[in-house]
């Protein structure tokens, strides 16, 4: 299933007042789980490292992690890459209307950029399990950390990231390349790259990945089958919406054992 061409019908709607687009990064705030985990790890990193700080948002899309850091800290300078040119236009343009002057975006491919130690934070969501050649993403990572700098990673783990549940099944989302790291595969790539301190844990656990296909893949599903099932999915969101919060706030507040997600962090 191709989920960006979704995620691009409803970005153009959602663009058109910036009220509309600070609406939309709310409903992503609380309709993906991963901003739950990334938001917890961002709070903890930003009382560990008063200041003013350079970020980079790795992968930035629609923005909404660059918005978040701009709001939670006005001494944190952020910079968004992503590979789509509209994508980083787009932003540029919204952060303008808004007035945040310190957060910007360029278009660049992650397989080649490097900017020498020059960021205090990396922040990648969702990102690797669309790049084939991680290792050299990773180890601009490296490079292009301060010393004592921070990653912080969101990727799918292969214990059902993408939703496919054996190696030889394809991903749910057609724009994976992989359906998932196993937390041995990412440790060994980061610790080739240079990294240290690296800690790996499960997110996406039993209650994660429940709110994950009724949030989320059910409701995609419809879409694709028909466009007619919009009309139904403010009453179908009506009906899980307060269960999936309590499937969030569940995932985030436990130690999850296994799960089809995972929340990466390491030191350079």
Request: charged content about 25%.
């Amino acid at each position: 299933m191709e989920y960006d061409p979704i995620k691009r019908k409803l970005g153009v709607w959602f663009n058109s007042k910036p009220f509309l687009r600070k609406l939309f990064y709310k409903l992503l705030d609380v309709l993906l789980l991963r901003t739950w985990h990334i938001k917890k790890e961002i709070k903890l990193w930003g009382k560990l490292s008063p200041g003013e700080k350079t970020i980079l948002d790795a992968g930035s899309g629609f923005g909404q992690y660059s918005y978040y850091l701009s709001s939670n800290n006005k001494d944190w300078n952020i910079t968004g890459i992503d590979v789509k040119e509209e994508q980083t236009r787009d932003c540029n343009a919204f952060f303008s209307r808004i007035n945040r002057t310190g957060v910007h975006f360029e278009t660049a491919d992650l397989t080649v950029f490097r900017r020498e130690n020059a960021f205090d934070l990396i922040i990648s969501v969702d990102v690797m399990e669309h790049i084939l050649e991680d290792r050299a993403v990773f180890s601009n990572f490296h490079h292009s950390l301060k010393e004592k700098g921070v990653l912080l990673i969101s990727t799918p783990s292969d214990l059902g990231g993408s939703d496919a549940h054996d190696h030889e099944e394809g991903s749910f989302i057609g724009e994976h390349v992989r359906n998932g790291y196993s937390v041995a595969d990412i440790s060994e790539k980061l610790s080739g790259a240079g990294f240290k301190d690296i800690s790996v844990r499960y997110t996406y656990g039993k209650p994660g990945s429940l709110s994950w296909r009724l949030s989320m893949k059910y409701p995609i599903l419809m879409l694709n089958a028909s466009k007619i099932f919009i009309v139904f999915l403010p009453f179908y969101y009506l009906l899980v919406f307060p269960f999936c919060l309590i499937l969030n706030f569940l995932d985030v507040s436990m130690v999850q054992k296994t799960g089809t997600g995972l929340i990466v962090k390491a030191v350079k």
